[in-house]
C-alpha cells in the first residue's frame, strides 16, 4: 500500500523559510513525478513545483526562485524549501504522486505578518 507522509509545515513569520517534507511507503519516485500543490480554501489545488524521479524540478511562476524542490531516492522524500514567505502563501500544502494520483494527508504553513 502507498502512503505519502507530508511534515515540516508549521508557523513562520514573514520572510521566513520553511522546509517541507513528502516521504513515501510502499512505492519508490525513482519511476514518477512528484508535484506539490497547495490549496486555498474554496479554490482548486493549485500546482507549487513537480519532480522527476530523476531530479529534473519545474516551478510554478510564483514559486521561481523562492521554493526549491529536491529528492533524496535513498530516503525516498521529496522536499520543498520555501523562502521569503509571505502570507499570501498561508495554506495547506499536498505531495502527490503521479500517474499513480496516491496524495498525503497534507501539511499546513502559517505565515503571520
Known amino acids: 500500500q502507498v502512503q505519502l507522509v507530508e511534515s515540516g509545515g508549521g508557523l513562520v513569520q514573514a520572510g521566513g523559510s520553511l522546509r517541507l517534507s513528502c516521504a513515501a511507503s510502499?512505492?519508490?519516485?525513482?519511476?514518477?513525478?512528484v508535484r506539490w500543490y497547495r490549496q486555498f480554501p474554496g479554490k482548486q489545488l493549485e500546482l507549487v513545483a513537480p519532480?522527476?524521479?530523476?531530479?529534473?524540478?519545474n516551478y510554478a511562476y510564483f514559486a521561481k526562485g523562492l521554493f526549491t524542490i529536491s529528492i533524496n531516492n535513498s530516503k525516498n522524500t521529496v522536499y520543498l524549501q520555501m523562502s521569503s514567505l509571505q502570507p499570501d502563501d498561508t495554506t495547506v500544502y499536498y505531495c502527490?504522486?503521479?500517474?499513480?494520483?496516491?496524495w498525503g494527508q497534507g501539511t499546513q504553513v502559517t505565515v503571520s505578518s
Open positions: 519532480i522527476t524521479g530523476s531530479g529534473s524540478p
Open positions: 510502499g512505492t519508490s519516485f525513482r519511476a514518477n513525478i
Open positions: 502527490n504522486l503521479f500517474p499513480a494520483n496516491n
